[in-house]
């Protein structure tokens, strides 16, 4: 269980890699010669031409990063800012990644250096010779401190709370790796696509209350995100009432009694991976009354996809929906 | 010695045990009439305690027999067993938490069967037994806060209780103030011409013995020795070999018993 | 009080028993926890308005949990009273001579077999909780007695070790089983029927084989060799005992963890209020097992609500100081 919330904030805290549903991007090649990429083409050219400006960015910490050219060697300790690199082109220059990091499939090939829950493998990680290391927020400012008094470069970037900021997460990773164009690009068809979808949603009033089960290690009560995450804002924006709202807490556990009294009318299951099903939830004791048992609206729900803040929570957005309004997307 | 034409109540045949490859009673011979206690004396370590648990089946023979009332007790359950020989121990594993009269009750365990429940029967036996021996003002009492002497007294009754025929006792008098020690004797007696029981009693004091056994057996390095009357036990050679100490013995001028005293 | 310990025990578990039920995530009038719960009864019909699914929290979760949760803790007191009297020794309790860890490890082995049915786990608990005993027996005798130190060491050494094994199973195993296998970390969260209709059998034959025992423990307290004088057959008694024993601590932790002190201080404060006659001590001790366990476990739903405490760390805590504070008093008493 433990492992679970560890990990689920550790994706939450790194921006995903755009997902192959997005249409404009494909990953850029860079070549090895260090140059700085200022006006890229929209339909992908490698190569840009040397720029002297240095990069100049302040990460969430308040912490000044300044690369005298786009990073070519790149470590990710975060699932969401490996899913960002990817998807603004920079993949390709990953060298090292955090065990987490599995999306895109890419991502695989880079080194893996563990699971961070005994610590930041630091050895490893000089070792790597990273011009650039992408933390993200589960990491504590100490952790990030050590780093840096190694004089390795660290860029920490805190989850975002709504789409502008994830909108911003990604923009600040392609100026640090010199792919802005790209990066706009990735930018604006995510926000087509959330467009498009709040105003399909724009006339719903039936709002369902929704129970996201994150992990049901104790079966009798399960963990669920609370308000203040992301899970909660995409479920409400996609005209749904996240239980967890109610609850004090980020990730809370809701017993049984209380599920029964609130009856929720959709239970995503976030760990169906973990053999979670909806008979399994059914045999559970008392839960045969809970409104969204009775009527079968139980669905599995891949749980990286709201639990890293990356590209693919759009994605998410959109399942969620399709999900909680089947009847918006009939075609 | 009472001798009354009928056999033996408890007959010892041949009887051996062992601690392992330790010999502890080699080849034990002696009878126990009805009304007759027969003391039995020995260094320590002669086999008198062991004799005893061989007896009332804690350990087992190697060889002989042991016949109560004729019959052989080898192949009795301990309930049998516990309904032909009654143990009076020494006071001291005791279960200090229980009241004399719930420790007494313990003496009908053979009778009780698995729930332990009493019936009329077995309270009358207890009510007698703790009276015979004095110890019914302290029946609410917890055996641990009474002294040893009415401790023992107890254990007394409740092998009184059992009922039984034979009863052994086991240096009864250790750890007794010599009042007690007195007292515990002078009832013992009462009791087998009382009640007609069949008694052999290890005991440490052999003047003590004199005064109390009709006959004394005496056991060194596992065997008998000897056996038959104080007087006859009782001598400056029987003594020297088996204790190893020089004595002198009299007849006691005002009781007329027999009594040794050491010369070194 | 001190006349009639029946008494007084059945009222407090009977008050216990209904706060239990009464309590929980979701508040329902207590007016309404009784008018339920009678109505389920063939001759109740009372009248109320309540939500539906107070009946089912009352019904499906809390009160087959208050009903595990008392059979649990009369277990471990009754076993614990026993393994006292059998070995005459005031720290025996099925935690701390091994059995309950090697009940726990004989469960997660039938739990780690994906084939294996939940219905089999009391039977691995018993087989484990026995072959432990047995080892522990074994290494604490000396001649023919065995002694308080030595057990004491044998039970926790042996302990320690299926308790190592017991994690490492754990560890090793894949995500379902590791859910499946959590609860066993001392925690009482189970709901449902399910546990109790499985656990049923073992509970209630090993109780009563335990409270049939008082009488022959009674004469074991006076030692093997005068148990065997008096007419006891020691031997078969012993195994009695220790099977008995085994079988209800197993069904104790098969679905309910390992939980300790219950065994402990239960019976060591019946015995200072009404004495050390197993015929009473051993269904005052199961009686007051119940009572026990149904407060530690109010107390750590209520004490940090919504979360819990594991009901393990309760029972330390408040087992320890009150048998402390009963020793003090009875000091003067002999009741051991």
Known sequence: MKK???????????????????????????????????????????????????????????????????AQKIISISPSLTEILYSVGAGDRLIGRDSNSMYPEEALAAADLGGMWDGIPVEDILALEPDLILAGEIFAPEAIQELRDLGLVVYWQKNPADFEMLYENILVIAVLTGTEDIAENVVSSLDERISALDMKLADVDLIPLVFYELDASDPANPYTPGAGTFISFVINRAKGQNLGDGL????????????LAQNPDTILLADALYGISAESVAARAGWSEIKAVVEGEIYPFDPFILSVPGPRLVDGYEQVAEILHPELFEE | MKQNGNPPILQIRSLSANYGDVIAIKDISLDVQQGEIVGLIGPNGAGKSTLIKVLSGVLKASAGEVLINQKEVSTYSPGQRARTIAVVPQARQLGGAFSVEQAVLLGRTAYLGFLGKPAREDLRKVAWAMKQTAVDFLADRKLAEISGGEQQRVLLARALAQDTPVLLLDEPTNHLDL?????????????????????????????????????????????????????????????????????????HPKTNKHMIFPTE | MKNRPFLVIFILLGLSFLLSIALGAVTIPPGNVLKILLNKLPWFELEGIWPAYFETILWDLRLPHTILVTLTGAALAGSGASFQGLFRNPLADPYLIGVASGAGLGAIV?????????????????????????????????????????????????????????????????????????FLLGGSTVTGWEPIAIALPYFSVGILLLVLSGHSLNVLQFGEEQALQLGLSVERVKIFIIISASLTTAAAVSFSGVIGFIGLVVPHIIRLVWGGDYKKLIPLSILGGGITLLISDILARIVMAPSYLPVGIVTALIGAPFFLWILRRAKKEVFW
Not at chain 1, 19 to 29: F, K, L, N
Not at chain 2, 188 to 195: A, H
Not at chain 2, 217 to 242: D, F, R, W
Not at chain 3, 164 to 171: D, E, N, P, Q, V
Request: charged content about 15%.
């Open chain 1, 4 to 70: 679970t919330i560890l990990l689920i904030n550790l994706l939450i805290v790194v921006v995903m890699v755009l997902s192959a549903c997005s249409p404009a991007a494909q990953p850029v090649t860079v070549e090895p010669a260090a140059v700085e990429a200022t006006e890229v083409p929209v339909d992908v050219e490698p190569v840009a031409e040397p720029t002297p400006a240095p990069i100049a960015v302040t990460d969430d910490l308040g912490f000044e990063i300044i690369l005298a050219e786009p």
């Open chain 3, 110 to 182: 039938v739990m780690s077999i994906p084939q294996a049915g939940r219905y089999l786990i009391p039977i691995g608990a018993f087989l484990g909780g026995l072959g432990t005993i047995a080892v522990v027996y074994r290494l604490a005798k000396v001649g023919k007695i065995v002694p308080l130190t030595t057990l004491i060491l044998a039970g926790v050494a042996i302990g320690s070790f299926t308790s190592a094994l017991t994690s490492f199973l754990m560890l090793i195993s894949d995500e379902m089983i590791l859910q499946a296998m959590s």
């Open chain 1, 248 to 259: 004090e807490g980020t990730w809370v556990q809701v017993s049984s009694e209380a599920l």
């Open chain 2, 179 to 251: 009042k007690y020690q007195v007292n515990l004797l002078k009832l013992v007696k009462k009791l087998v011409k009382q009640e007609g029981l069949s008694v052999l009693m290890a005991m440490h004091d052999l003047n003590q013995v004199s005064g109390t056994a009709d006959r004394v057996a005496l056991l060194a390095n596992g065997q008998l020795k000897a056996i038959g009357s104080p007087e006859e036990v009782l001598t400056q050679e029987n003594i020297l070999q088996a204790y190893q100490i020089e004595i002198d013995t009299f007849t």
